[in-house]
Each structure stands twice: as C-alpha cells, then as structure tokens.
C-alpha cells in the first residue's frame, strides 16, 4: 500500500523528529567524557536504535487501523502471556525481573503491554453498547487495565504500573466520563495519602461527604465511594507494611530528599543543582560540570533533561517543553477530527502515555515527583522506550491521515 | 447521571486545558530552579566541582648568631598507589620490589589509608631520593603509583640544642581547640616544644589556596581554571642569639658526665648564647612518625632525655648563692665589708644541732670577701640568722629566684624559694624553728632554682646589678621583607647597692684569684675570670656540681653556668668544665681578631 505523503502530518512526526534530534546530542554530551568508550558511544547506538524505530514507525502507519482494531485482543493477550513469561525467563537487573535479554538487546514487554491496553481499551470502548456510567463498563474496562498491572507490580516495577492507570483514565475520560466522576473514583487514593494524619483524614472524609451530598451521583455508586475511601483510610498502614523498602524510600525521599543524601535524594539534589546552575543561557554544549563530572546520576536515561537544563538553560529546555505540547496538542486535534472511535480512543490512549511519562520524568528532574525511572520519551537512551515513543507516533500520524475512515 | 457525561467540545477544552496546566507547573518549575534558585544552586554546582587544597608554604629556617643555618628542611617523599589506575599483579609486585615491602603489607595499607579509588593512599612516607628516581625514570613498570614530596623539619643533632629548638608534629585535637580554625586544621604540623612552639606563628606563614576540580568519584582531574589560586606566604627566618660553636663545646663538655646542664649568658643583653641538656634526644626522630617501641625507650629512661634541665630542672643552687646572703647582710647593714664574724672552726653549734662547714678544717675569722672566696658555710649560717627566714628570702626573691626568668620559650620553672609563710604551711605554725635559715643560707635545704635562674642572677653580679631579659630570638625576618630586632629589655635589678655589688664582685674575683678560691685552677693569663663553686647536697646521692663563672671579670661578656648531677665538688668538675668553655669562647675571639686586623692590613 502506498500513501500520500502531503496527507501525513509532518509538523507532528518532525516535532517528534527534532525531540530524538536533541536526545542523541544530550546522550553523547552525557557520556562524553565517560571511562569506557561503550559508554561514549551510547549516542551512536540511539542513533542506530532511531533507524529502527522509524522503521517500525512507517511499517505502523502503512498498516490500516482496522488491523490494530480486530488483532487487538490478540495483542492484549499476548502482552499478558510475555508479562508472566518474563518472571519466569526474564533477565534480573538491580533487583527487578524487567527485561528479555537477546545479546546486546533488552526488550521490555512492559513497553508492548502499554500499547496493548491501548489497543484493547480503545476497542472496548468503541464498540461497546454500556452506558457510560455503568457499572459494566467501568468494571471491565478497569480489569482490563489491572491485569497488566498486576503482574508489572510482581516484577516489580511502581513506576511503569502507574502509567496503565492513566492508559484507563485518559480513555475513561475520552469515552466520555467526566473528570469529576473520576475524581470520585479514584477518590480512595487521597483517602490513602490523607490517612498519613488522623486528622488530614478527617478533613478530607467531610468534604468528600458534602461533595457526594451535591454532587448525588446515585445511592449505590455514593456508597461504593464511602465505603472504599473509609477502607483505604484504615488499610494505608497495612499497605505501608507490604511495600518493598526501596518503594518507600522512593516515596519518603519524595517527600523530604534530604533523608536520604546519597540515595534517590542524592539524584534529585545533583539533577536540582544541574538544571538551577545552568541559568536561563546554560553553560554550553559539553559543558555542564555536574554531568561531565559525573554528579548527575543516570544522565543518558532518566536525567536527560537535567544535562539539557545544565548545558542549554532555561531557552533550551523552554523549547523542549514546547515541542512535547505541540505533540499533545496535535494529539487532541487528532482525536476531536477522528471519525472513527477506535482511532480517537487510540490516539488519546497513546497522547495519556506520552504525557504522563513527560510529565513524571521532568518532575522527577525538577524535584516535585519521585524516582520512578521513567524515560522521557524521544530524549532518553535506550531502544524500547524509544521505538515505543516512535510507534505511539506513528498510531496517532496514521489516524490523523486516515482521519475519515469510519 | 447526565451531568457525568462530557461532550466532545467540553472534552477538547478539558484536553487543552490538561496540557496547558502540564506546561505551567514544568514551566514554573524550571523558572524557580533556573532564573529564582540560579544563583544558589549555581555555587553549589561550583562546590561540587572543586576541591579546596591547602598550599603548605615553606616553614621558616632558623640560624644562629652568625647566619649559619640550625634548622633546615629537607624533602621528604611518600610513595602511594591510587587504587583504580593500579595494573592487577604488576604494580604490587614491582613496588614490593622496589621498597623490599611484601605485597600483602602493600596491601594493606593502600585499603587503611584508601579515602576513594581515584585518591593516592600512601604506602610508605620519607622513602630515600634513589628510590624515587626510580619511581621517576621506570614510571611505567608501576602504573598508578605516584609519590608526594613534603618538607620535613632537619634539626641538628650535634649541637645538643634541642631545648631552645623543641621540634614540630602535626596538632593534636586537644590543641586545636584553642587554636584559630583558618591557621590551624587537622594535620597541620605546629611547633610542640621550644623555639617551635613559641615562633610558631611567624615559622609558619600563611598557607595559600588552591583550587583543584575533581569528579563525583573524587578523581583529580587538574586545576580549577576559574579561580585564581592563594600564593603562600613562606614563614619567617628566624636567628638567634646562640653562638654556635660555644653550644658545641657546651655540649662536648657535658659528653663525659651521666647528667647536667650548661647555659651560656651575655649579661650586657641577655642573649642567650649556648644551652644544653644532657643527655638529650633527636628532635629529627619527632618529625616524621615516632614508633611506639622508640618512645617508651626515650619517656621511661631513667635519665630523662626528655628534661628540659636548664629551663624545667629544680636543683638546689649550694654555695652559689652565698652572694644573696652576703649581699643582704650588707645591704641591711648587719655588716660592713670588713666585718669578721665568730671564725670558723669546722663548723658551728646551733640549738642542739652542730652545723659543719665544708672544710672540716675550718677558715678562721673571715670577712664578706673572704667567705665567698672559700666559701665559708659558718660565716653563712651567722649571716643567715642574723637575716632571718624572711629577708634572706626577700633578697632571694629581689634576685629573681621564685620568678621565672622570662626567655622566649614556652614553659619555665619558678624554683622554691621558702619563707615564714611557707615553713607554717608546711610544718604549720610553730612547728619549725629558725634553724632551717642557716640551710638557705647556704644554698641548701628547701631552696630550689633551675639553672638559668641561678644564670641570670649572676649575668645582675656581672652587669652591675642590671639584669637583662634573657633571650633566644635575635631578628626574625618576615618574607614580605620586614624584619623584627629584639632589642635588650631589663627584666630587674638586684637588690643591691653599687658598694655592696663591688665587694660581691671582689668575691666573684677571689674564688679564682684568691689564695684560697675555689677556683684556682681556673686562672689563667688569656683572660680574667670570676665565679662561684657549689657542691649541692641532694637526696638522689652524690652531690651536684656547679659552677657558675663570669668573664672577663673587668667587663664581662660571658656568664657560663653549668651543672653535673652527683658528680662531686663543684670546684673538681663542673669548674674545669665551664673554664674549659671559656677559654675555648676566648681563643676563637682571638682569632678572629687577628684575621680580622690580618685582613685590615692586607687592604692598601
């Protein structure tokens, strides 16, 4: 099949285009002065990676949607069959079942399983005949989400399983729920975090009361919020108790880096000093001294924005911003313009993806979100998160350009 | 249930909206970080990036009076391996070669002293010069050894000297407390004893600054291009006063004798000109780092190398001080200079006690001058009660004895000079009679001085009661080019008159000129000489033996005192000692003169 190359939106694929641009000048400028030349070369190896995942790329948007739409419970399936797989076969690295290992290459199915749900969610809501409240549809739609993370959390990974429940709430949203009914839903999470003090928690219980009691979101559903925000209220501490200890020290450390200063407080103080001494000019391409003198932690991966903000200051990470929203932007345009469901659930599935691990990866770099070692998609080293990022892409370009396909 | 529902356009705007907000709080994020917390983190990313080293300037040379060089410094090279750049097997083995070190004591040490894997852990400190040539020429058959060089201190051991030098160590936490934080920190060498301690500050100079980038790992990776390094200011010359060939002889005299001391005064200035203890130690062993075993065998021996003899040593002075005696009597106006007391006659009957002198054979009727020329002990004792405790023990004090004599080095003893008060608290009131004055009077009994005391006393006899403040330090000489003189203070004068310091010094004369002195043996046709002999009695067993002599009697220049533990009577060793010391100061004069008025000559 051949397609018409004026049709494609290339303002989107080249902002996407200029973002990999960027990551491969950080990757070298992060490990220029490494001890090893492998590590020297990582930015010819992204380079590599780019290749293929433009490759897969314009394989994706050859492919007609309708073949993402049928295969998707297909693709689910197999997603959850290589998530159990690689807890058995999968390669141990720093203490988490993340990875099948080929050679040289990791491939983690986490990745895969992402774009599944979107898949099978988007299905799901496209063809369902359930009113948008119901029970039904919330439930499963939810399961179908909660599998994936279910194993993710076995493995374990916090940060990745959380990307699955904004996969559930960016499609929630866009099937047609409102923010606020969502709010309620997952309202027994700030029921959890409020449970931290007594009497924070016996704030927030009043207020949900009277907002249930304005709001009157039906009998049934109001009791279902209550009684799960009284139970997690009570069960935070037993919760507390069942986390591994790097988890919580990832989230204490996020609440007060100072507690642990060579740890994950350590990362975010050094990435916090990288991007405030690069001011609003930076200090030159090659230049920063916290990454060239390796007090960056991780600066090709999860800190790639922190040797942007050092080395090309507020201009330069100001642009990087841009182009992420530009993509976003083009995301919802896409997804309004669609005349199919599928597509427009696809492309808001794919955009909730991108944004989220946007928004939590420079957080992290910024100090007002934890560790959670999330790539920035397009920037950050490393094959998987990249051809990912790439596919996302091309999924939201191919439903832009097959935008009146019902 | 409608009001759950969101329209497309409702769920476009929310869409933008979600976004928006997503890029205001990372945009403000980067703001605060980039533009509010710039400055801030901006010096924390500095800190992170460089190391502060302090530049240890040149400790400061000492010399004696006539410039030659007393301490100096001398390289000194540690050897160290930093642990990452180190080639498994080769380096341990070819540095275990090297230094004739076994490789798991290598070992060993590089994991004790190992701060990070970049950082040089030192493996041996003051390797020889020849082996660091070859460290230098073979750099290759030992990668990631490196070697530090550090200026140790070189004291001079034949001098005997090491009571006016002391010696440096690195400062102990305890001084570090008093001390000012920017001069000193853990590590510094301070001065701990002697001259050392006391010129510290200006031997030091100022450490300077520099700034050297390292990794987060800690690995050097040169100078910080963008800050300027502190210079440091090299510390100061220091000479002294001491004269160093008559400290040689001081110390060669002593060599024969298990324990003593000798110092040597200019009563015109107070310069110390030589001074020595014996026996003594190597200041050099205290520079570098002193094995266990070497100082239990110097703090336990039983002939303390470590006391400061002339400065910290008490003795009782003996018939040393029977001018004090005299000179009060004189001066109270118990006796006129021809006043001849009950004679001699061996000894004399006190209470229910007999009081010998020291000649059995007793010196008849003598007057003032004639007592000190043989020494009379029963002219004394008549002296002693006719002065009481009291005075006598105020002239005592009038000549310095109590008080610490004040030369620039850090500590000195105050001696024991007993009155009335002292006896009652001692014995308690009534509880001791006035016999025990005709012990003071004689040098005996509770009166205890060190020897630069007793040196300072007579530098007042020679000087015409003047005496000077004696001291050490001659100039000091800053590297700014500044350079500071001591000048001559008067620290006291003696309680006596120009008459009655003349026959003091007709006493001084006749113990060598004297038919009878003590000192006979000490006369001689270079130069005139007076002094005094004492033979103290002890409690540790023989006698000590003094002798204190000043010359040239006419204007004296040199007041020479020396002391050898139980060693006898003064007048058979430490007199021939001391007159040994100055005829050996006298004939260098005398050759120098005569080159210098041969060199006059030669000039047209």
């Not at chain 1, 709430?169 to 931290?196: D, E, H, K, N, T």
Request: with cysteine.
């Amino acid at each position: 099949m051949t397609l018409h190359y004026a049709a494609i939106d290339w303002k989107l694929i080249g902002a996407a285009l200029v973002l990999s641009a960027i990551g491969i000048m950080l990757i070298m400028s992060a490990q220029h002065y490494a001890d090893t030349a492998y590590q020297q070369q990582y930015y010819l190896r992204q380079l590599m990676w780019l290749g293929i995942a433009l490759t897969i790329a314009a394989v994706v948007l050859h492919f007609p949607l309708r073949f993402f739409d049928l295969t998707a419970p297909l693709s689910y399936f197999v997603s959850l069959l290589l998530l159990v797989l690689v807890l058995f076969v999968g390669t141990a690295r720093m203490g988490a079942l993340r990875w099948f290992s080929f050679g040289p290459v990791n491939f983690a199915p986490s990745d895969f399983a992402k774009i599944a749900l979107v898949f099978a969610l988007a299905r799901f809501f496209a063809y369902t005949k359930l009113p948008v409240i119901s029970k039904r549809r919330l439930g499963f739609s939810a399961m179908l989400a909660l599998i994936p993370v279910a194993l993710i959390l076995r493995q374990p990974d916090l940060g990745t399983s959380l990307v699955f429940f904004v996969i559930l709430f960016g499609m929630w949203f866009w099937s047609g729920l409102s923010p606020l009914y969502m709010l309620l839903i997952i309202s027994p999470l700030f029921s959890l975090v409020a449970a931290s003090h007594w009497l924070a928690w016996a704030i927030y219980i009043t207020v949900l009361l009277v907002f249930l009691l304005l709001l009157r979101p039906g009998f049934v559903f109001g009791f279902f919020v209550v009684v799960a925000n009284l139970a997690f209220g009570i069960i935070t501490p037993f919760v507390w108790g069942r986390l591994a200890d790097y988890q919580r020290l990832r989230i204490l450390t996020f609440l007060d880096p100072g507690l642990d200063p060579r740890g994950a407080g350590y990362q975010i103080i050094q990435s916090k000093i990288a991007i405030g001494s690069g001011g609003i000019l930076g200090k030159g391409f090659l230049n920063g001294s916290q990454t060239r003198l390796d007090f960056l932690p991780e600066p090709h991966t999860d800190f790639v924005f922190s040797v942007l903000g050092e080395e090309f200051g507020l201009w330069g990470s100001l642009i990087v911003l841009l182009l992420f929203c530009y993509i976003f932007y083009r995301a919802v345009r896409i997804a309004v313009r669609c005349r199919s469901r599928f597509a427009s659930l696809l492309v808001m599935g794919s955009a909730s993806i991108l944004l989220f691990q946007f928004l939590v990866n420079i957080g992290m770099t910024l100090g007002f979100m934890p560790v959670t070692g999330l790539p920035l998609p397009f920037v950050s080293y490393g094959g998987t998160s990249l051809v990912l990022s790439w596919t996302l892409i091309a999924l939201i370009a191919s439903a832009d350009y097959r935008w009146q396909e019902y | 249930m409608e009001r759950f529902k969101l329209s497309l356009e409702g769920r476009e705007r929310v869409g933008y909206a979600v976004i928006l907000i997503v890029l205001v709080v990372l945009a403000s994020g980067l703001v605060k970080l980039q533009l509010f917390e710039h400055r801030g983190l901006a010096i924390q990313s500095e800190n992170n990036q460089i190391r502060v080293v302090p530049i240890i300037p040149r400790r400061g040379l000492v010399f004696d009076r006539s410039g030659n060089v007393i301490i100096d410094n001398r390289p000194s090279y540690t050897v160290s391996v930093v642990p990452a750049e180190e080639a498994t097997g080769r380096t341990l083995a070819n540095l275990g070669e090297l230094l004739g070190m076994d490789t798991t004591l290598i070992r060993s040490r590089i994991n004790r002293n190992m701060i990070s894997r970049y950082q040089p852990a030192s493996v041996k400190r003051d390797m020889s010069f020849e082996k660091v040539a070859i460290l230098e020429e073979q750099s290759k058959r030992f990668p990631g050894v490196t070697y530090q060089m550090e200026q140790v201190r070189q004291y001079p051991g034949e001098l005997g000297l090491e009571v006016v030098t002391g010696y440096v160590g690195e400062v102990s936490e305890e001084e570090l407390s008093g001390l000012s934080r920017p001069a000193y920190r853990l590590g510094s060498i301070i001065g701990k004893k002697g001259l050392e301690k006391q010129y510290d500050r200006p031997l030091r100079g100022r450490e300077g600054t520099a700034y050297i980038e390292v990794s987060a790992a800690g690995q050097i990776l040169g100078e910080y291009k963008e800050r300027q390094p502190v210079p440091a200011t090299p510390g100061a010359n220091v000479t002294l006063t001491i004269d160093s060939d008559l400290q040689r002889s001081c110390a060669a005299a002593l060599d024969t004798f298990c324990c003593g001391a000798m110092v040597a005064v200019d009563p015109r200035n107070g310069e110390l000109l030589a001074m020595t203890s014996y026996p003594t130690y190597d200041a050099n062993i205290f520079s570098s780092v002193i094995p266990e075993s070497l100082w239990q065998e110097i703090s336990s021996d039983s002939t303390h190398p470590l006391l400061n003899r002339p400065l910290m040593g008490l003795y009782p002075p003996g018939s040393t001080v029977k001018f004090i005696a005299v000179g009060a009597a004189l001066e109270s106006g118990l006796i006129t200079e021809s006043t001849a007391l009950k004679p001699c006659l061996g000894g004399m009957q006190f209470g229910d006690r007999f009081f010998r002198c020291w000649n059995p054979g007793g010196h008849g009727s003598v007057g003032p001058a004639k007592a000190l020329e043989v020494s009379c002990d029963v002219y004394l004792y008549q002296l002693g009660l006719k002065l009481g405790v009291d005075r006598l023990s105020e002239f005592y004090d009038g000549c310095g004895f109590s008080h610490a004599p004040g030369i620039d080095l850090p500590i000195e003893e105050r001696g024991l000079n007993p009155n009335s008060e002292y006896y009652d608290r001692r014995y308690g009131v009534r509880g001791w009679t006035s016999a025990l004055v005709l012990n003071n009077a004689i040098g005996q009994g509770e009166l205890l001085v060190t020897p630069l005391q007793l040196t300072t006393f007579f530098c007042g006899l020679a000087n015409d009661g003047i005496v000077y403040l004696p001291h050490v330090v001659k100039r000091i000489a800053y590297a700014d080019g500044r350079t500071v003189s001591v000048s001559p203070t008067v620290s006291r004068r003696l309680p006596f008159s120009e008459a009655t310091l003349r026959v003091l010094k007709e006493g001084l004369r006749r113990v060598v000129e004297g038919e009878q002195g003590t000192a006979r043996s000490l006369r001689n046709d270079l130069y005139s000489i007076g002094g005094k002999t004492g033979t103290a009695q002890n409690p540790h067993g023989e006698d000590h033996s003094w002798f204190i002599g000043v010359a040239p009697l006419e204007s004296p220049e040199i007041v020479v005192c020396a002391i050898v533990e139980n060693a006898g009577h003064g007048s058979d060793v430490a007199a021939p000692l001391v007159g040994q010391v100055i005829r050996g100061y006298f004939e260098r004069k005398l050759l120098d003169e005569t080159i210098t008025v041969a060199e006059d000559n030669t000039e047209p």
